[in-house]
């Protein structure tokens, strides 16, 4: 059963800072991995997605990186600014399922200005 | 264009109450889903809809929860005899096609569920 885990549950750094969010699966057998951020009252927005066939994605100042033999992937924030507060969440697809995606529960993350 | 809209925003109710929550997903849409996401858990899968086939109700944890989507486009979670274990943000999202090549869900901003 694949299960996903996200650590640090919270973390809180001052601004301008580089940081890293861990995202850790049991099972390395995923069709593809997604980062979705989570602001308070708007739902989750799509960051980043990586196919099971690629190492990286970058969207601006994120970049995701996915090791499958390992189960990881870190989502990459340079220079980190206060609107980069949120909620980040990762989410493994399945390769069996067109549709379920299973879910970590978030790193809540506090950029001090 | 507009995106997933939810309502109520928050519902408070007291235990064995029944409550309904709504989805209205993006326009043309014909995927949908409905997740849970409990206190410092990850989202848990409840249900999907894709056009006219089926819905996979398989994530949906007792028979006190059902769904329907009508015509294809909104759609209805209903929990009845309310639980204090059923407090949670429900969230839906919409997808354009639900198809293999696993596209982006646009989630709603959730339902903010409390059962006193």
């Known amino acids: 059963k694949q299960e996903v885990t996200q650590i640090p549950a919270a973390l809180s750094v001052p601004e301008g800072e580089n940081l890293v969010l861990n995202c850790s699966f049991t099972d390395s057998a995923i069709y593809n991995l997604q980062w979705f951020r989570q602001d308070p009252g708007k739902g989750l927005t799509s960051l980043l997605l990586i196919q099971s066939s690629q190492r990286e994605q970058t969207s601006g100042r994120l970049n995701a990186s996915l090791d499958k033999s390992s189960g990881r992937s870190t989502l990459y924030i340079a220079a980190s600014q206060p609107g980069d507060s949120a909620t980040y969440l990762c989410a493994v697809g399945l390769p069996d399922s067109n549709y379920q995606l299973i879910w970590g529960a978030g790193t809540k993350l506090i950029i001090k200005p | 264009g507009a995106g997933v809209s939810q309502s109520p925003s928050n519902k408070v109710t007291e235990k064995g109450k029944d409550v309904e929550l709504r989805c209205d997903p993006i326009?043309?849409?014909?995927?949908l889903y409905w997740y849970r996401q409990s206190l410092g858990q990850g989202l848990e899968f409840l249900i999907y809809?894709?056009?006219?086939?089926?819905?996979?109700k398989s994530g949906l944890p007792s028979d006190r929860f059902s769904a329907e989507r009508t015509g294809g486009s909104v759609s209805t979670l209903t929990i009845q005899r309310t639980q204090q274990e059923d407090s949670a943000v429900y969230l839906c999202?919409?997808?354009?096609?639900?198809?293999?090549?696993?596209?982006?869900?646009?989630f709603g901003p959730g339902t903010r569920l409390l059962v006193l």
């Open positions: 809809f894709q056009g006219n086939s089926a819905p996979d």
């Open positions: 326009s043309g849409h014909t995927a």
């Open positions: 999202a919409s997808s354009l096609a639900g198809t293999k090549s696993k596209e982006t869900q646009y």
